[in-house]
């Protein structure tokens, strides 16, 4: 191993540790136990305390029963609450005992996802599986930005959900002398952000598509796609994620065998 692929590996170690123990944080994606949808009855949803209901006009209301001990982003409540999720956006916590209920909206349709500590995928999480880092899988390539961003609707692993995005342009490279041409979002730190399925979809890596960051363009729009960072969505971990899939197009014609697999 020369110098060169000593640092690749290296920086990939440390780059996947961190993206390990934020996935298992105590309400991370692997604390998931539970998506209840909401309709504009109030209801009670397995276990969970209070009454819940879509109201409609945008909102979520809750009804917390007398002497019970709930928050709301880390505020105690009581009687009843209206929450207002934004479409698209992290959840509404609501707090009880370990577990936090994250209120979600996704389009017109309103949610909650249970987030418990002790979830037998976060309490056994042994780390995610991933193929072997290789240079090869670290292509020069170049961003060609839209004149201005397009709207972007795709489907979700949920049915009939949707998810809105902003598609700011294509990133271009070649894979074993292929060119391939993927459209672009906003990065979830900045730069750019790919999400892609490959001939590995659905059989060594997860069938919804894997996840990329790139970092910001070069001033003359070159980039660096390090596919060895291709990664899984949180759908890849548990059944009651609403992950997007991937825009119509964005489809490496080559099995990419370099970054995580499906996890166990």
Same mark, same amino acid.
């Given at each position: 191993?020369?110098?060169?692929?000593?640092?690749?590996?290296?920086?990939?170690?440390?780059?996947?540790?961190?993206?390990?123990?934020?996935?298992?944080?105590?309400?991370?994606?692997?604390?998931?136990?539970?998506?209840?949808?909401?309709?504009?009855?109030?209801?009670?949803?397995?276990?969970?305390?209070? %009454?819940? $209901?879509?109201?409609?006009? =945008?909102? @979520?209301?809750?009804? #917390?029963?007398?002497? *019970?001990?709930?928050? /709301?982003?880390?505020?105690?409540?009581?009687?009843?609450?209206?929450?207002?999720?934004?479409?698209?956006?992290?959840?509404?916590?609501?707090?009880?005992?370990?577990?936090?209920?994250?209120?979600?909206?996704?389009?017109?349709?309103?949610?909650?996802?249970?987030?418990?500590?002790?979830?037998?995928?976060?309490?056994?999480?042994?780390?995610?599986?991933?193929?072997?880092?290789?240079?090869?899988?670290?292509?020069?390539?170049?961003?060609?930005?839209?004149?201005?961003?397009?709207?972007?609707?795709?489907?979700?692993?949920?049915?009939?959900? %949707?998810? $809105?995005?902003?598609?700011? =342009?294509? @990133?271009?490279?070649? #894979?074993?002398?292929? *060119?391939?041409?993927? /459209?672009?979002?906003?990065?979830?730190?900045?730069?750019?952000?790919?999400?892609?399925?490959?001939?590995?979809?659905?059989?060594?890596?997860?069938?919804?598509?894997?996840?990329?960051?790139?970092?910001?363009?070069?001033?003359?729009?070159?980039?660096?796609?390090?596919?060895?960072?291709?990664?899984?969505?949180?759908?890849?971990?548990?059944?009651?994620?609403?992950?997007?899939?991937?825009?119509?197009?964005?489809?490496?014609?080559?099995?990419?065998?370099?970054?995580?697999?499906?996890?166990?």
């Amino acid at each position: 191993m020369t110098t060169t692929e000593d640092m690749l590996v290296a920086d990939w170690e440390a780059w996947h540790a961190v993206r390990e123990r934020w996935l298992a944080t105590p309400h991370g994606w692997l604390s998931l136990t539970g998506l209840h949808w909401l309709d504009d009855t109030a209801h009670t949803h397995g276990d969970l305390p209070g %009454t819940w $209901r879509a109201t409609g006009d =945008g909102g @979520v209301d809750l009804v #917390v029963p007398e002497g *019970e001990a709930m928050t /709301v982003d880390g505020a105690s409540v009581s009687g009843k609450v209206r929450l207002e999720p934004v479409d698209g956006q992290p959840g509404i916590l609501v707090g009880t005992g370990e577990r936090r209920i994250e209120v979600i909206r996704r389009t017109d349709s309103y949610g909650l996802r249970v987030r418990d500590p002790q979830a037998p995928t976060r309490t056994a999480f042994a780390g995610v599986p991933h193929f072997d880092v290789e240079q090869r899988w670290v292509r020069p390539g170049r961003f060609e930005a839209y004149d201005e961003p397009r709207p972007l609707v795709v489907g979700a692993v949920v049915e009939g959900l %949707t998810h $809105r995005f902003e598609a700011l =342009g294509e @990133v271009v490279f070649d #894979v074993d002398g292929v *060119e391939q041409r993927l /459209v672009a979002m906003p990065g979830q730190t900045g730069g750019l952000a790919v999400h892609f399925r490959d001939g590995s979809s659905g059989t060594t890596t997860y069938g919804g598509g894997r996840n990329l960051q790139i970092a910001d363009p070069a001033a003359d729009g070159s980039v660096t796609v390090d596919l060895n960072r291709a990664s899984n969505l949180p759908c890849a971990f548990t059944a009651y994620a609403t992950c997007p899939l991937p825009p119509e197009g964005n489809v490496v014609t080559v099995p990419v065998e370099a970054g995580e697999k499906t996890p166990a």
